[in-house]
């Protein structure tokens, strides 16, 4: 089965700093994938190689099984909203979903007008009097009656409030389940994440630091207390630890769970597993 993203020594920079070095990653089909990371860890800047905005410096990136923005028919694959929630403030609502017919071959009338109906947005409104909840659904109105095999969402909830976010966020898993899409999607919002994502992406320091499936994920990571000692259980890797005088904790990554005697297991939450990965000491990226 085709990856929805195929990265492969992908690495992009400006000037003397790299914004994303080495990155294999392989993100399958009919997913709802997190991308997360620190600021200034390249989650922009891999989006915006997925969409086919930046050409990278080095490595290869495929999208769908063909380089981003290759020719028009890969275009109508794939849409993008940008972290800004591009809509255009002097158009009507009416006006952006004329635009969006005129600009994508696969662009579904129907669909569009039901999202507005349930929305209760008028298509003689413009965009600049609209709230920010409702510009960020008519921005992913405007993705999702491209009628996409691929959706890239750059940080679109990162303005909303806690209601707007829990609306965009159901309207987004509720279009996925009728439309079967896959979906990339960056926020600094681990919650928010971990109730819809079912794969994550963590980038830091510019490089690609854990990839997979977020039940494999929760199931390979524990968090264990003992006895103050150096040395952590046979085949676990150390992802963050801590000690005492007395005692030691550690959050390690084992493919089965930790048995050891002395060690003192339990399961930890997403946020709990990006946030060791974040604190772990960065590789220098050369010049």
């Given at each position: 089965?085709?990856?929805?993203?195929?990265?492969?020594?992908?690495?992009?920079?400006?000037?003397?700093?790299?914004?994303?070095?080495?990155?294999?990653?392989?993100?399958?089909p009919g997913r709802v994938a997190?991308?997360?990371?620190?600021?200034?860890?390249?989650?922009?800047?891999?989006?915006?190689?997925?969409?086919?905005?930046?050409?990278?410096?080095?490595?290869?990136?495929?999208?769908?099984?063909?380089?981003?923005?290759?020719?028009?028919?890969?275009?109508?694959?794939?849409?993008?909203?940008?972290?800004?929630?591009?809509?255009?403030?002097?158009?009507?609502?009416?006006?952006?979903?004329?635009?969006?017919?005129?600009?994508?071959?696969?662009?579904?009338?129907?669909?569009?007008?039901?999202?507005?109906?349930?929305?209760?947005?008028d298509h003689g409104q413009r965009?600049?009097?609209?709230?920010?909840?409702?510009?960020?659904?008519?921005?992913?109105?405007?993705?999702?009656?491209?009628?996409?095999?691929?959706?890239?969402?750059?940080?679109?909830?990162?303005?909303?409030?806690?209601?707007?976010?829990?609306?965009?966020?159901?309207?987004?898993?509720?279009?996925?389940?009728?439309?079967?899409?896959?979906?990339?999607?960056?926020?600094?919002?681990?919650?928010?994440?971990?109730?819809?994502?079912?794969?994550?992406?963590?980038?830091?320091?510019?490089?690609?630091?854990?990839?997979?499936?977020?039940?494999?994920?929760?199931?390979?990571?524990?968090?264990?207390?003992?006895?103050?000692?150096?040395?952590?259980?046979?085949?676990?890797?150390?992802?963050?630890?801590?000690?005492?005088?007395?005692?030691?904790?550690?959050?390690?990554?084992?493919?089965?769970?930790?048995?050891?005697?002395?060690?003192?297991?339990?399961?930890?939450?997403?946020?709990?597993?990006?946030?060791?990965?974040?604190?772990?000491?960065?590789?220098?990226?050369?010049?």
């Amino acid at each position: 089965m085709t990856p929805v993203i195929a990265a492969k020594g992908l690495g992009m920079r400006y000037g003397r700093r790299w914004a994303l070095s080495d990155c294999d990653l392989e993100i399958p089909p009919g997913r709802v994938a997190g991308l997360v990371g620190p600021n200034g860890a390249g989650k922009t800047t891999l989006m915006n190689l997925m969409a086919g905005q930046l050409t990278p410096t080095t490595g290869t990136i495929e999208v769908l099984g063909s380089r981003p923005a290759d020719r028009p028919e890969q275009l109508a694959r794939v849409g993008f909203v940008a972290q800004e929630t591009p809509t255009y403030a002097g158009l009507t609502v009416g006006e952006h979903l004329r635009l969006g017919a005129k600009l994508n071959p696969r662009w579904d009338q129907a669909v569009a007008e039901e999202r507005l109906r349930r929305l209760g947005l008028d298509h003689g409104q413009r965009a600049g009097q609209l709230s920010g909840g409702q510009r960020a659904q008519l921005a992913l109105t405007l993705g999702i009656a491209k009628r996409p095999e691929l959706l890239i969402l750059d940080e679109p909830v990162a303005a909303l409030d806690p209601l707007a976010r829990r609306e965009f966020l159901q309207a987004l898993m509720e279009a996925v389940a009728e439309h079967a899409f896959s979906v990339v999607m960056s926020s600094h919002l681990l919650a928010d994440l971990e109730r819809v994502c079912d794969y994550l992406v963590l980038l830091v320091s510019s490089r690609l630091e854990v990839a997979g499936e977020v039940e494999e994920l929760l199931a390979t990571h524990w968090l264990i207390t003992g006895v103050r000692r150096e040395d952590p259980p046979e085949g676990a890797e150390v992802i963050s630890a801590s000690h005492t005088g007395r005692q030691s904790t550690l959050l390690v990554r084992s493919a089965t769970p930790i048995s050891e005697p002395g060690w003192l297991a339990s399961q930890v939450s997403l946020e709990d597993i990006v946030l060791a990965h974040m604190g772990r000491p960065a590789l220098e990226v050369a010049a």
